[in-house]
């Protein structure tokens, strides 16, 4: 008990491990589970149906798990997960997901969201992922592994942003963006491949000459989509690393950005 506040107000019903630490005046109600190593700072609100893993690292004035804001919820047991060793750092909003959207809001592992960030219901952070300050997912937005968005930039709803792909700040995405993609602006347009990136991840030269070939096909050669997707799809015997394109393919109903 002494790696709990006094000033904190934990529901009886909530499970955390005896490792977890809260800071003052955080309030942490009945139906949440908070595994090992995890810190929640001072002022943070922890509700609904939550799920929070191991070794996370929770700021001041952070609010997780709280009533979405679609004006069709009312009041059914979605829920809120997130996986391990992620920073969430002060005033961040992560909403409960909907019925409609499968009643689950989910974010993976090892993120960095920053101050303000909101991530709403039904979104789905893979692993890896930056959102910098101010960084808005709307309802259903997916953002694969390794994904970075920059400060004050928008994605709307149902969008799907690939692995490895980079939103620049300021910028509102309206459309999917593939993966790999740098993409700017507003509405944001491709500029690009997230070559420094792949370059940190160990991606060697001919990875890197690939998915550039594939992007040349989808922006640069005058393609059809149909007819892009056709001929990267022929790349993926030899570049492992452009099958993510096939699978991005698959999901994407918004269209892709241009």
């Known amino acids: 008990m002494t790696l709990i506040h006094p000033t904190a107000i934990i529901d009886s019903k909530a499970e955390l ?74 005033h961040v909003t ?71 792909a980079m939103i620049g700040g300021c910028s509102a995405v309206a459309q999917d963006v593939p993966p790999y993609v740098m993409a700017q602006g507003n509405h944001a347009g491709p500029v690009g491949i997230n070559i420094e990136g792949m370059k940190r991840r160990g991606f060697d030269k001919p990875s890197i000459q690939a998915v550039l070939n594939a992007y040349k096909l989808l922006y640069r050669k005058g393609l059809s989509f149909e007819e892009a997707k056709q001929e990267i799809a022929k790349l993926e015997a030899e570049a492992p690393e452009t099958a993510l394109f096939a699978d991005f393919f698959k999901r994407s109903t918004r269209g892709i950005i241009r």
């Open 94 to 164: 992560i909403h409960r997901g909907t019925v409609q959207g499968g009643g689950i809001t989910r974010v993976g592992d090892d993120n960095l969201l920053m101050i303000n960030a909101h991530v709403a219901h039904d979104c789905r952070v893979g692993n890896r992922c930056i959102l910098a300050n101010n960084a808005t997912l709307a309802g259903h937005v997916e953002l694969d592994d390794f994904v970075i968005v920059g400060g004050m930039s928008a994605i709307h709803q149902f969008s799907i942003v690939g692995a490895h």
């Open 17 to 90: 491990h005896e490792s977890v630490k809260v800071g003052a005046y955080s309030i942490i109600g009945p139906d949440v589970k908070i595994g090992a190593d995890t810190e929640i700072g001072p002022h943070v609100i922890i509700n609904g149906i939550t799920e929070i893993g191991e070794g996370n690292r929770i700021y001041q004035f952070a609010s997780i798990g709280e009533v979405n804001q679609d004006l069709k919820y009312r009041g059914e047991p979605t829920r809120t997960v997130i996986g391990s060793r992620n920073q969430i750092r002060e």
